[in-house]
């Protein structure tokens, strides 16, 4: 079994006030950052592939899950950080990537989708059927949403005993999932599942897994996803409000090895992501949020570059990322609005984002390693780190960080990483719960 992951559930539900962040990047140099953060932190790294990232056919990164699987431990042989301590996560498997197809085909998809992450030795599963298809009802519906999570969660089981792997698989079910990276239209408020939806959606998962012949694999459905309120648009963010969860976090008090699972927890305030910890959200998402630490970097390394290298030589990286996403607008235009000015705000700045899907455009590539090739000739000045990365120029000049380019993005994108690592792994006075003991828990 999932042996790290299981007992973070396990001491959850016993009272400590621990959990997991979950890093849902494909970027190299986040996956890099994640991983420093985990060694630094003593503990383990949860990494998930999206299947809009990541599957059979390759995904928009061209990787199948093997591959991703293959690319996270290279990483991790880099940093001497062993592969025990690395868990693998697929993030929305099912018929996402196909949803203009009709549903037959598109779960068939969905099932050779399953498949190859769990033959590629992935051990945390959230099954997502939450979408229509073509010819489907909308909203779907818990009842078909249930029965074709039943269906993939069976596949996922047959691929593991034909492959060795039974038994290793922990799965997450729900079917109030938001949006993968975060909302497309802006928000004004959002309202935390109702507890008897939330109560719905596992009865009627119960029911489809006996239905379906795999019922006794409930004791490994360790999370569910439902929504605590919290989001974020493209320029703000909406925070959790506990007050608005109080009844939902009672409804996991009869499960004895389930937790909540939260999406789109990018941009939280620390004390906000440990209140989520604390009211049972023990697995909390994060992606947007790092390439987008990544990108205030890179942007700010491109200042210190126009400050220190004659104009002929240098990178002009945010110009090259300008005229890339508007010659290429197929990744942001359908979800920025309003007039030239404000949609050139959101292309370089929005919180959603869309800027992650152009790191690895060839031209946007060879600007950024021009950009860390001129700032590597010469030492950056300290003054120039303190004007455009004050935090990372506090831990040079307390001699904690190179002040090199890479180190300092590096640090940088760790510096959205560190309120999550506070909140899962610090101590909560106030926590309190109604779980049973760990000596009740499945093991």
């Known amino acids: 079994m999932n042996d790290h992951l299981w007992d973070t559930i396990r001491r959850h539900k016993a009272g400590e006030p621990v959990g997991i962040y979950s890093i849902c990047s494909a970027h190299p140099v986040v996956l890099e950052a994640a991983i420093a953060q985990a060694s630094a932190d003593a503990g383990y790294v949860l990494i998930e592939a999206t299947s809009n990232q990541v599957d059979q056919f390759g995904g928009y990164t061209g990787m199948r899950p093997a591959d991703f699987r293959a690319l996270v431990y290279a990483i991790a042989d880099e940093q001497g950080f062993p592969h025990e301590r690395i868990v693998v996560g697929g993030d929305h498997l099912g018929p996402n990537r196909w949803q203009h197809l009709p549903a037959e085909q598109a779960m068939a998809?969905?099932?050779?989708?399953?498949?190859?992450?769990?033959?590629?030795?992935?051990?945390k599963i959230h099954l997502d059927c939450s979408m229509s298809c073509a010819g489907d009802p909308v909203p779907l519906g818990d009842e078909l949403v249930a029965s074709r999570s039943a269906r993939l969660l069976r596949v996922a089981e047959e691929t593991a005993r034909s492959t060795g792997q039974w038994g290793r698989q922990l799965y997450v079910i729900g079917s109030e999932v938001p949006v993968p990276g975060g909302a497309h239209e802006t928000l004004d408020e959002l309202t935390?599942?109702?507890?008897?939806?939330?109560?719905?959606?596992?009865?009627?998962?119960?029911?489809?897994?006996?239905?379906?012949?795999?019922?006794?694999v409930w004791p490994r459905?360790?999370?569910?996803?439902?929504?605590?309120?919290?989001?974020?648009?493209?320029?703000?963010?909406?925070?959790?409000?506990?007050?608005?969860?109080?009844?939902l976090r009672e409804v996991l008090d009869g499960e004895p090895g389930m937790v909540f699972e939260a999406h789109s927890t990018d941009y939280q305030l620390e004390s906000r992501l440990s209140e989520l910890v604390q009211d049972h959200w023990a697995i909390l998402k994060v992606g947007p949020g790092l390439t987008f630490a990544m990108r205030e970097a890179l942007f700010a390394l491109a200042a210190i570059e126009d400050e220190l290298v004659p104009d002929a030589e240098r990178s002009k990286l945010v110009e090259v990322i300008e005229g890339r996403m508007l010659a290429e607008p197929g990744n942001w235009q359908n979800y920025y609005e309003g007039d030239a000015d404000e949609q050139r705000i959101a292309r370089r700045y929005?919180?959603?984002?869309?800027?992650?899907?152009?790191?690895?455009?060839?031209?946007?590539?060879?600007?950024?390693?021009?950009l860390y090739a001129n700032l590597s000739r010469r030492p950056v000045p300290h003054p120039l780190i303190g004007q455009f990365l004050p935090d990372q120029y506090a831990r040079v000049r307390a001699g904690e960080l190179e002040p090199t380019p890479r180190a300092l993005v590096l640090d940088k994108i760790r510096d959205a990483l560190r309120p999550y690592a506070a909140a899962t792994l610090r101590p909560i006075h106030a926590f309190s719960t109604t779980a049973t003991n760990q000596g009740d828990l499945l093991a």
């Open 350 to 370: 929005s919180y959603s984002d869309r800027l992650r899907y152009y790191w690895s455009d060839p031209a946007i590539e060879e600007a950024e390693n021009t």
């Open 221 to 247: 459905i360790v999370a569910l996803v439902v929504q605590p309120g919290v989001e974020f648009d493209h320029l703000q963010v909406i925070d959790y409000q506990r007050s608005r969860t109080e009844a």
């Open 109 to 123: 998809n969905a099932d050779a989708l399953v498949a190859s992450y769990v033959e590629a030795g992935y051990t």
């Open 192 to 216: 935390p599942t109702a507890p008897e939806a939330a109560r719905e959606t596992l009865r009627r998962h119960r029911e489809a897994f006996e239905a379906a012949g795999v019922l006794d």
